[in-house]
């Protein structure tokens, strides 16, 4: 079943569950109508309850209704006599002088118990009174085998002393045509607002809908174009409710694939290039060999070696990249001190930067006692490429200067060399993978481009931060941050 359709047979729903409460509701309230009307009507006896309750304070008892049968009907054509004035025709009209016609009809209309013209609220309340005593036990007027509890009752205090209570019957439908007027319209009412909360809500639930619906058939429209490679598909945003926002989400999405769909395209093809130059020369090199025009001498076989062993270096820098995509970089995760590795690492360089003709300085010594959580090896890693990118880009005379210290919990280490710098737009690219700035940071033997995006990787698998800014002294500053290790793992540091 479609959308569409779901959400209008929930709205139906809701509506007829709307409509059968109020279906309820006026049941209810019609059966609650007659309760009124009972109670209503015993509200307008009062000139009766006050006679029979002065007829018990003289008696003591209601002997003088069991005794005298006509005595209650006496009372009853006198308390309807009270509550039925002479009609304004009958009012100064001469004996034996024709009444309006109307007027003669609603005359003739006696009441079968009294014998007087009432009108119809009392024509059926006088002949159904029945007077009970304190326990309820019929006293006078016709119970005709009715039970008591079938009675609404008004109670008769005599001198605050429950003495007995006037019953009548209980109605369920109307007597009068008033009465009958008001049920009727309010049926009437119930059954047109019933019929306008399912018109409303059928037609809101279709608006409704079609207004859900339209951005849905965006997106599933554009997923669609995803899923064909389109990342240049976008929806438009024209709402700012969870839709709206959804919307953006998807657009937000698209932009992050296509950005990943051209660093794919640029990694294979950076990958293929940084494998030709390898591939080729050793292919040159072995073909020369074997048409006899080089020799395969010292030289010759070190020329292989060299490309041989720069094709390995990039097969396992690839390798460790793939490892960090899959999170298993860190192979060994033990608390370390990381100026201990940085110290050990540049001991190794030493004569390298000896040979190169640039000096290194090491300023570590206030936080040498400095623990993390990692992997010493990996440590090593990224000591290694960021020493060994200093080697290869910064001319000499040069200095590269590592400051350490402890802020906030944490260890700040500072890679900072001399001439040559980068550009300002290549800093914040220098960790993508394959990347190269241009030639002025270049050397005929440069890497690969995957040594500061490993050295990356190792940071942030230790928790930590790696950024490139530019260097006081003209060349690259390199900022790494690590966070302390946990007191129980620093304490098992110190232990070793």
């Keep these: 079943m479609r959308l569409v359709y779901k959400t209008f047979f929930a709205f139906l729903a809701t509506a007829l569950a709307a409509v059968v409460m109020i279906a309820v509701l006026q049941v209810y309230l019609s059966h609650r109508f007659g309760d009124y009307i009972n109670q209503a009507a015993l509200e307008t006896m009062d000139d009766l309850v006050t006679e029979l309750a002065d007829v018990y304070r003289v008696d003591g008892n209601w002997t003088a209704f069991t005794s005298e049968p006509d005595r209650w009907r006496a009372t009853l054509r006198r308390f309807g006599s009270q509550s039925d004035p002479e009609p304004k025709e009958r009012q100064g009209a001469r004996p034996g002088e024709d009444l309006p016609e109307a007027t003669a009809q609603e005359d003739k209309r006696l009441d079968e118990t ?39 009752m008004r109670e008769i205090r005599v001198d605050g002393v429950p003495a007995g209570w006037v019953g009548l019957p209980r109605r369920e439908r109307p007597h009068t045509p008033l009465e009958a007027d008001f049920r009727k319209a309010q049926s009437r009412a119930f059954l047109l607002v019933g019929g306008g909360v399912l018109l409303l809500v059928g037609l809101a639930s279709l608006l409704f ?23 240049d598909a976008r929806i438009e945003v024209d709402t700012r409710d969870e839709l709206g926002q959804l919307a953006e989400d998807f657009n937000r999405m698209a932009d992050t694939l296509r950005k990943y769909e051209e660093m794919r395209r640029q990694w294979v093809a950076d990958i293929s290039h940084e494998l030709r130059t390898p591939l080729a020369v050793l292919r040159g090199e072995i073909e020369a060999l074997q048409d006899g025009i080089r020799k395969a001498n010292r030289d010759t076989l070190q020329s292989l070696h060299a490309e041989i062993v720069r094709l390995g270096k990039m097969v396992d820098d690839l390798h460790l990249l793939s490892l960090a995509d899959s999170q298993a970089l860190m192979q060994h995760n033990a608390p370390v001190r990381p100026v201990e590795v940085l110290e050990k690492a ?65 260890l700040l280490l500072c890679f900072e060399d ?17 990347y190269r700035v241009d030639k002025s940071r270049s050397r005929e033997l440069g890497g690969s481009g995957l040594g500061l995006a490993i050295c990356r990787q190792i940071v942030l698998a230790h928790g930590g931060a790696i950024r490139a800014e530019h260097s006081p002294a003209g060349g690259l500053l390199i900022r790494m941050t690590f966070p302390r290790a946990p007191k129980r793992a620093a304490g098992s540091a110190e232990k070793r």
């Design 209 to 231: 809908s079609k207004h859900i619906l339209r951005p849905i058939g965006r997106l599933a429209k554009g997923t669609r174009s995803l899923a064909d490679f389109d990342f």
């Design 114 to 152: 009294t014998g007087q013209r009432l009108p119809s609220p009392y024509r059926w309340m006088l002949k159904g009174l029945v007077l009970f005593d304190s326990d309820r036990k019929a006293v006078a007027g016709r119970l005709a085998g009715r039970d008591p509890a079938t009675y609404a």
């Design 418 to 434: 001399t001439p040559p710098g980068v550009p300002e737009e290549a800093l914040g690219r220098l960790f993508d993978r394959l």
């Design 346 to 410: 540049a001991a190794g360089f030493l004569p390298l930067f000896d040979r190169e003709g640039i000096g290194l300085s090491l300023d570590v010594q206030g936080c040498r006692d400095f623990v993390t959580q990692g992997d010493e090896h990996r440590l090593a890693q990224l000591y290694g490429n960021l020493l060994e990118n200093t080697l290869r880009y910064t001319d000499a005379p040069g200095l590269l200067t590592i400051t350490g210290r402890e802020e906030g919990g944490q």
